[in-house]
């Protein structure tokens, strides 16, 4: 079984436990938004000490201020300097951290993904606790946006004035004080110890509660490092979200808090995913969620709402790059050939590992308005592999998952009579090859070439004429149960797809040769077998009074198969029908 991804197993963890998991937020959440870190304030503040002095700007504003003043640069002492009065040092720090108009409308100092996401995971009760070391207000005003009834404790007045911790539906503790008050932590000497009354809160939290860690880097912190490392108990697990790698303080902290550490690429990826992972879950409604069913869950929140393309195309091929990740040689050796029991046994790995993919691909091709997405996931499963040494059969079976996730958005695109979002993927997906050509889809992905390998898959346990097309037909019927929910029409509409792809290789192996039409279920089915006076195959007979019956409005052609050129699309009937009937009279 390939490794659960680790935010899915935080999502699962979450959601099975509402509201016992506080999160920690750090300056790299806010530094997203345009805000600076308090010691960058610091800094600055020292600069415009040193320019009143009619000093150049200092190269180490630390430095100078030091030798300057025998002192370190505090935060609360440039302030007094350069403010007079409660209202001047208000205004020097409101300019730091509240947008003007013109940065407002840029996006910046304004919540971001990420605030918005832990908005959603207040709302909805998994998230009770919100530590920070940011002394902004963007988690508040994201909470406000959500509906969210909270509390905010930034000092130790307002912890002796709030609600009991359990009692509030949402606390969020700013362990480094609020920019609107002159008593905020910056400097080493604020940072290297807390006042009693908030260690006792942070040992009740980190005592209690589960940690998912997000934007901290631990390193200026250290009252904050001393009182995680010292809470004995390991409740729930803790989870420490990281971009890059985790500095020297991190890793102690994480190593003494036996975290669970998460490789991510931002902090507004990794909360929005977060929460709508969990949000998921609830939808789906079932304890146990690390199925195929909570992924697609999450994907059909995503289909219905237009502002959530990002979403979805994070989604889809963040599963891509994971199966793709999954089966590289590295994994799926292309030397020695395996018996029969091994390429067995490689194909329902193949499969187990596709699982999630294919299901979401199943849904996706029928409801998704961003044909480029499904084209990217495919695309990327496909090109697993650069090397080409190895047995032709386990060189052909690596695209087998790609045709999977292919078979399963198209025959679910043409279910729905999207046969644009078809055409997006056959031919406008593309596939490397082993003679340095980059292919369609279409020819890369055929039925016999990927499970025969230019000969009957032997191996396989279906027995007939078309054992890799039978299957892939049963393979992928519970998937597509959903979209197509009738035995019959499934059948119908898989003929009708794997027909139409049929012509479509035929059409593109004009410009690349060793890619073969496949020949399905259309050779063997009773319904389907030749009339007496062998003028062709019914199946064919049907499509091809239908091509001619459409003309130009065939939908196929009309969504741009073929180049949407009519003689292009009779030529491909032509070679066509010839390897049908050469498949039904000749190889069978």
């Known amino acids: 079984m390939p490794p659960i991804d680790p935010v899915l197993l935080a999502a699962h963890a979450m959601q099975t436990s509402p509201g016992v998991y506080a999160l920690l937020v750090g300056s790299g959440v806010s530094s997203a938004a345009g805000i600076p870190t308090g010691w960058a304030i610091t800094l600055d503040l020292v600069r415009r000490v040193a320019a009143l002095e009619d000093v150049t700007e ?8 030091r030798e300057r003043f025998g002192t370190e640069p505090e935060y609360s002492n440039l302030l007094d300097t350069l403010g007079a009065t409660n209202a001047e040092r208000q205004a020097i720090i409101r300019a730091y951290i509240e947008p003007t108009e013109e940065e407002r409308s840029d996006g910046l100092k304004v919540p971001t993904a990420a605030h918005h996401a832990i908005g959603q995971l207040a709302v909805s009760g998994h998230v009770k606790i919100i530590l920070t070391t940011n002394f902004d207000r963007l988690i508040e005003d994201a909470l406000t946006k959500a509906g969210v009834d909270y509390d905010t404790i930034a000092s130790v007045d307002a912890l002796a004035g709030a609600r009991p911790i359990g009692q509030a539906p949402c606390v969020v503790v700013k362990l480094h004080g609020d920019y609107r008050d002159a008593r905020i932590l910056n400097t080493d000497t604020e940072l290297a110890a807390y006042a009693p009354e908030f260690d006792r809160l942070l040992d009740r939290v980190l005592d209690e509660y589960g940690l998912i860690i997000c934007g901290w880097s631990a390193t200026w912190d250290p009252a904050l490092r001393a009182a995680i490392v010292r809470q004995p108990n390991r409740r729930y697990t803790a989870w420490w979200a990281k971009h890059g790698n985790l500095t020297t303080e ?14 991510i690429g931002d902090a507004d990826s990794f909360l929005t995913e977060l929460s709508g992972k969990v949000a998921a879950l609830v939808d789906f409604g079932r304890p146990h969620p690390l199925t195929v069913a909570s992924a697609v869950a999450e994907l059909k929140r995503y289909l219905t709402d237009p502002a959530s393309r990002i979403r979805l195309r994070d989604l889809l091929v963040g599963e891509a790059n994971r199966v793709h990740d999954a089966i590289t040689d590295q994994h799926f050796p292309t030397g020695p050939m395996p018996t029969s029991e091994g390429m067995q046994e490689r194909v329902a790995r193949y499969e187990a590992i596709s699982e999630t993919l294919v299901a979401m691909l199943a849904v996706a091709g029928a409801w998704s308005t961003e044909p480029d997405v499904l ?20 060189l052909a079976l690596r695209r087998y998952p790609a045709l999977l996730c292919f078979y399963a958005a198209g025959l679910a695109a043409a279910y729905a009579d999207r046969w ?24 890369a992905l055929n039925v016999w070439d990927v499970l025969g390998s230019g000969q009957k898959a032997a191996w396989l346990p279906e027995t007939g004429h078309t054992p890799e097309t039978d299957h892939v037909f049963t393979q992928l019927r519970d998937p597509l149960r959903d979209t197509i929910p009738d035995d019959a029409r499934y059948a119908a509409n898989f003929d009708r797809f794997q027909y139409v792809m049929g012509l479509v290789v035929t059409d593109t192996k004009v410009q690349f040769t060793g890619y073969r039409a496949t020949v399905g279920r259309i050779g063997r089915d009773p319904k389907y077998t030749f009339n007496p ?56």
């Open 250 to 263: 991190a890793r102690e902290v994480a190593e003494a808090r036996s975290a669970t550490v998460i490789d």
């Open 533 to 588: 006076d062998q003028t062709g195959n019914r199946y064919a007979n049907q499509i091809e009074a239908e091509i001619t019956t459409d003309g130009n409005d065939w939908p196929p052609l009309r969504a741009g198969l073929f180049s949407g050129n009519s003689a292009r699309l009779q030529a491909a009937v032509v070679g066509y029908r010839e390897v049908v009937d050469w498949a039904t009279t000749t190889w069978w």
């Open 375 to 394: 084209r990217e996931a495919v695309e990327r499963v496909a090109n697993s592999s650069d090397t080409w040494a190895g047995y032709d059969v386990t």
């Open 420 to 443: 644009d979002m078809v055409r997006a993927i056959a031919i406008g997906g593309r596939f490397h090859d082993r003679y340095d050509t980059d292919i369609s889809l279409a020819p």
């Open 58 to 65: 200092p190269g180490d504003a630390e430095a100078w201020h």
